[in-house]
Nanobody, 128 residues
Framework: QVRLVELGGGSAQVGGSLSLSCQLS?????????VGWFRRNSRGEEREGVA?????????YYGTPVKGRFLISADNAQNTVTLQMNNLKPEDAGTYYC???????????????????WGQGTQVSVSS
């Protein structure tokens, strides 16, 4: 059973930064080679793909709204994936989820349906 725990989050001002970490219970392996971050806003809309990384190859993927502001990275020795969020905007607020699954070229890395394993989520708020 793969478990994911999100750490970090909290509050920041517009233009500020926050860092989120996803701690995986499983070492780097094919079943969790792909790790992604998703978010759901306060209106409860569908989870939006923020960023994803193939832990083995280091390939990264970003949603258009966060390109150039967010950075995803993996520390395979520590089984963690970090999402560094810079230049935060009010629309970045919401619940952030970490997800993991086996990478497949047939599955879009920023679509929630591409993932079977999910964390519980962590809150991010952005104030002006």
């Amino acid at each position: 059973q793969v478990r994911l725990v999100e750490l970090g989050g909290g509050s920041a001002q517009v233009g500020g930064s926050l860092s989120l970490s996803c701690q995986l219970s499983e070492k780097t392996g094919r079943s969790t080679d792909l790790v992604g971050w998703f978010r759901r806003n306060s209106r409860g809309e569908e989870r939006e793909g923020v960023a994803a990384i193939q832990r083995g190859r280091g390939s990264t993927y970003y949603g258009t709204p966060v390109k150039g502001r967010f950075l995803i990275s993996a520390d395979n020795a520590q089984n963690t994936v970090t999402l560094q969020m810079n230049n935060l905007k009010p629309e970045d607020a919401g619940t952030y989820y970490c997800a993991a699954d086996r990478w497949s070229p047939a599955l879009p890395p920023l679509k929630p349906d591409s993932y079977a394993f999910w964390g519980q989520g962590t809150q991010v708020s952005v104030s002006s």
